[in-house]
């Protein structure tokens, strides 16, 4: 695989995780209100960061198939890592739920 093309998947997996963490931030509740408000406007939020969520996944979903069938092994490591940081971004948000 082209070294433009991992940083390119590179580049939309880091971007993609850093606005998924920032927009569904905005329906973490804060602990010192817990019981105060019934309703957070968590379906809203999911609604917006959502879609960078989908696009993360469809694009290590690609790479992963294009390592599997392309025989490609130069990228294996960055796409492990990249991986990792999805977990991990899922991780922290459904934390704070």
């Known amino acids: 695989m082209k070294k433009g ?3 390119l998947l590179t580049s939309i997996n880091v971007l993609g995780l ?3 963490i920032v927009l569904a931030s905005r329906g973490w509740r804060d602990p ?3 019981g105060l408000i019934p309703v957070a ?3 809203y939020v999911w609604a917006a960061s959502l879609p960078f969520l ?3 996944v ?3 979903i690609v790479w992963g198939v294009s390592l599997i ?3 490609y092994a130069e990228g294996t490591w960055l796409y492990v890592f990249c991986l ?3 977990f991990s971004a899922v991780i922290v948000d459904f934390s704070h739920h």
Do not use: I, K, S
């Open 58 to 60: 469809l694009t290590d």
């Open 69 to 71: 069938f392309g025989r």
């Open 54 to 56: 989908a696009m993360v």
């Open 18 to 20: 850093a606005l998924y």
């Open 5 to 7: 093309t991992l940083n």
């Open 32 to 34: 010192a209100e817990h």
């Open 41 to 43: 406007g968590e379906p």
């Open 84 to 86: 990792f940081l999805l």
